[in-house]
């Protein structure tokens, strides 16, 4: 083969590497997901755990939000990220456990985002359809007042 066959390959090669340069994210139930599909949906990326009481009560809202926003002609895609970083069997039970309805991640995405370890939890990053960190909200939020949050 000559140079400019190896240098087509080489090129070839490189504008791949090229296209897949975004991260995707693991999801609890084996699939993987990239920001980028999300684009045009409001993302809400909540960061929880089992033996936060206030996350316990803030799951009902989260998983009642994506309807909410569909029925105000918003769309929503809320996610979770696991404080403790749980993974496999021990993650899908405290789903279960938890009455989790929404994907959990299992790739804590905040260094996509550039925003700090939760310090407060729950700790809820509102991420506009663009994909551009809207807020950093730390406590317990309502489905209401996320929906507010992304312009409804």
């Known amino acids: 083969?000559?140079?400019i066959g190896v240098l087509s390959i080489l090129l070839a090669c490189?504008?791949?590497v090229g296209c897949s340069s975004e991260p995707s994210f693991?999801?609890?139930d084996g699939s993987s997901i990239r920001f980028s599909d999300l684009h045009g949906e409001w993302v809400v990326l909540n960061y929880w755990a089992e033996w936060c009481a206030p996350c316990r009560e803030?799951?009902?809202e989260l998983n009642e939000l994506r309807q909410q926003g569909s029925q105000r002609g918003v769309e929503i895609r809320v996610l979770?990220?696991?404080y403790d970083g749980l993974e496999g069997a021990d993650l899908n039970a405290v789903m279960q456990r938890m009455e989790i309805e929404?994907?959990?991640l299992v790739d804590d995405p905040r260094?996509?985002?550039r925003i700090g370890r939760a310090e407060v939890l729950p700790m809820t990053v509102v991420i506009d359809p663009k994909g551009t960190v809207q807020a950093v909200l730390a406590g317990p939020q309502t489905a209401e007042s996320l929906l507010a949050r992304a312009g409804s």
């Open 26 to 28: 693991r999801v609890a």
């Open 80 to 82: 979770g990220v696991n």
């Open 102 to 104: 929404f994907p959990v």
């Open 1 to 3: 083969m000559g140079r």
């Open 58 to 60: 803030e799951i009902p």
């Open 111 to 113: 260094e996509n985002f």
């Open 14 to 16: 490189l504008s791949l």
